[in-house]
């Protein structure tokens, strides 16, 4: 599925380690642009994550961070800006997560959009 606006927005050799997902909260939908599914180590048949989900893909000490990050985002419309870990063999992968909530007119959070880059 792809959502409007959901393309990577980088240029250049940006674009290759740029990526955008979108968790469409009021449609229970998720778009991963293929870029996220490289950076995060996930096999696109098996399909995007969910936010509940995401935490298992990184190192152990880097979960509650992208945890409280999101937590933010969702219940306190905070903007979500952070770099974690991906895990991998070998050691972790570093990726910078930011984004923001979407909200609908009586300011609930309907959707979360980050943009993920490899540091």
Same mark, same amino acid.
């Given at each position: 599925?792809?959502?409007?606006?959901?393309?990577?927005?980088?240029?250049?050799?940006?674009?290759?380690?740029?990526?955008?997902?979108?968790?469409?909260?009021?449609?229970? @939908? !998720?778009?991963?642009?293929? &870029?996220?599914?490289?950076?995060?180590? $996930?096999?696109?048949?098996?399909?995007? =994550?969910?936010? %509940?989900?995401?935490?298992?893909?990184?190192?152990?000490?880097?979960?509650?961070?992208?945890?409280?990050?999101?937590?933010?985002?969702?219940?306190?419309?905070?903007?979500?800006?952070? @770099? !974690?870990?991906?895990?991998? &063999?070998?050691?972790?992968?570093?990726? $910078?997560?930011?984004?923001?909530?979407? =909200?609908?007119? %009586?300011?609930?959070?309907?959707?979360?959009?980050?943009?993920?880059?490899?540091?």
């Amino acid at each position: 599925m792809s959502l409007p606006g959901a393309a990577t927005e980088a240029s250049g050799t940006a674009a290759h380690s740029a990526a955008t997902a979108v968790w469409n909260l009021a449609e229970d @939908t !998720v778009y991963w642009s293929p &870029a996220v599914f490289r950076l995060l180590g $996930h096999d696109p048949a098996l399909g995007p =994550l969910t936010l %509940d989900q995401l935490p298992g893909r990184l190192v152990p000490r880097d979960r509650p961070v992208l945890c409280r990050m999101v937590t933010a985002a969702l219940v306190h419309g905070r903007p979500l800006d952070g @770099t !974690v870990r991906v895990a991998r &063999a070998g050691g972790g992968a570093s990726v $910078h997560c930011s984004g923001r909530p979407e =909200l609908d007119p %009586d300011g609930q959070v309907v959707s979360l959009r980050l943009r993920l880059r490899a540091c």
